[in-house]
């Protein structure tokens, strides 16, 4: 559904958005990490992360906050209105892993015309994000 809006009509419980792989880098961490001026050596610095006892760089929570607001937004459309994000994190993201988001419907609420996103979005070792995002809909 990418570049259209659905409308909040459309849209029911238990519809599920397509998944989505990502590669997770080393430019897209750094990068993430800069980007949110996150400059703790641990999002950019193999060998600081290592003395951390982390086996690479590892992603930023803001990195992954805006990669769970364009997974959700790619699907809502340019007419959708983001309201609420809430994520929590588990398993870091490193380099050379890919994350796969997953993701339902699982709330309407007519009188804001708005749904609930429930959403994972897993590695290797687990579940690295999941959480909810509520968006306003035409």
Do not use: C
């Amino acid at each position: 559904m990418a570049n259209q809006t659905p409308r909040f009509e459309s849209v029911n419980v238990g519809d599920e958005l397509q998944p989505l792989s990502v590669p997770v880098t080393v430019p897209l961490i750094a990068g993430g990490a800069i980007a949110t001026r996150d400059y703790f050596p641990g999002h950019h610095d193999r060998d600081a992360a290592r003395a951390l006892g982390s086996p690479h760089i590892f992603m930023n929570i803001l990195t992954t906050n805006g990669l769970v607001q364009s997974f959700v937004e790619s699907w809502a459309g340019p007419e959708s209105r983001l309201m609420d994000l809430k994520i929590r994190l588990g398993a870091p993201n490193y380099p050379g892993d890919t994350m796969k988001f997953t993701a339902s419907v699982t709330e309407k609420n007519d009188a804001t015309r708005s749904v609930q996103v429930t959403l994972k979005g897993s590695n290797s070792m687990g579940s690295h994000v999941s959480g909810t995002v509520q968006v306003a809909l035409p």
